[in-house]
């Protein structure tokens, strides 16, 4: 019976026409079916009014003026239910009264979604317009956009232009992996750069064991010069460092790189070691051997005395 009663209720609400007047006769709410629905507030000692009302078939929420005791909303505020929605002019603010721009938000957050998740869809750009004569276009931006919408990936883009004769491009990227990529749409590292990079210090990580003091351990086999050389001879590069074939193709790895040199520094200073031994061990024979060329001297010149005197 209840559920008979509240279905009769609900079809004769829509063929109903209701009213409810104010004290001084004017309408503050009517509805027939048919006609616009009003929601009015008039002449309230101040000379402000509020209503909402439906027009040309879009439902307008309109504020004027002051309200007595309240706070002032201001002209011309309009929310459509379809197409756009827009303030006609002046600042907007959220959690302040006194908004410093077209949008001013105060101790809160803003959250942008967009659920569509297609291939390069964009939930939010911020942007810098350049206008000059006709020409009106982004100057810079900072966009979000799907990467790949079966992985749910996003990737936020930072976009500049030089002047407006050139257009707006990409300049870094930062990937949904945490990849960043300058100049670059595909960065492969965390940190990939297609350019020059300027820095005044550089500071590389390394693993523990990496580094090559292993090579003057007492237990380290250090290849002779003759093994050097004749590895020389047959591959045009020193042992363990690539060759200029295999750095063209893949690259150059700078802490890789670096523990090479090193390992190679390490082990020449062992071989001048090595060399200055046998350097100073030469010295010492020729010291001794220009001992006994004196003594020999020596000897030569009596034995030639005593030649004399036999004479």
Do not use: C
Request: glycine share 8%.
């Amino acid at each position: 019976m209840k559920n008979i009663v509240t279905f009769i209720f609900i079809i004769a609400s829509f063929n109903a026409f209701s009213q409810i007047n104010s004290p001084n006769g004017s309408n503050i709410f009517s509805y027939n079916g048919l006609a616009d629905v009003t929601f009015r507030f008039t002449d309230r000692g101040s000379g402000g009014r509020a209503f909402v009302h439906a027009d040309s078939n879009v439902l307008a929420l309109n504020f004027e003026n002051d309200f007595s005791g309240g706070t002032r909303i201001g002209n011309d505020v309009y929310f459509k239910d379809r197409g756009n929605s827009f303030i006609a002019s002046g600042n907007f603010g959220i959690g302040t009264t006194n908004p410093l721009a077209k949008l001013e938000v105060r101790n809160g957050n803003i959250i942008v979604r967009n659920f569509e998740n297609r291939l390069n869809e964009s939930a939010i750009m911020i942007a810098h317009s350049i206008s000059i004569g006709e020409y009106d276009t982004f100057g810079t931006s900072v966009r979000t956009f799907t990467e790949s919408a079966d992985a749910n990936t996003y990737a936020l883009q930072f976009f500049t232009q030089q002047s407006h004769q050139t257009g707006q491009t990409e300049k870094l990227r930062i990937q949904g992996n945490g990849n960043v990529g300058i100049g670059t749409t595909k960065p492969d590292s965390k940190l990939t750069v297609a350019g020059n990079i300027h820095a005044q210090e550089v500071k590389v990580t390394i693993n523990a064991g990496s580094v090559p003091d292993y090579v003057f351990a007492n237990d380290y086999k250090l290849k002779s010069l003759q093994e050097v050389e004749d590895y020389i001879k047959q591959n045009s590069h020193l042992p363990e460092i690539p060759s200029a074939t295999e750095i063209e193709k893949n690259g150059l790895m700078l802490a890789e790189m670096n523990l090479s040199l090193l390992k190679k520094i390490e082990e020449m200073t062992l071989y001048m070691i090595e060399q200055n031994k046998k350097i100073e061990k030469q010295i010492l024979q020729i010291e001794q051997i220009k001992k006994e060329n004196e003594s020999f001297k020596t000897v030569f010149e009596r034995l030639s005395k005593i030649e004399q005197k036999l004479k």
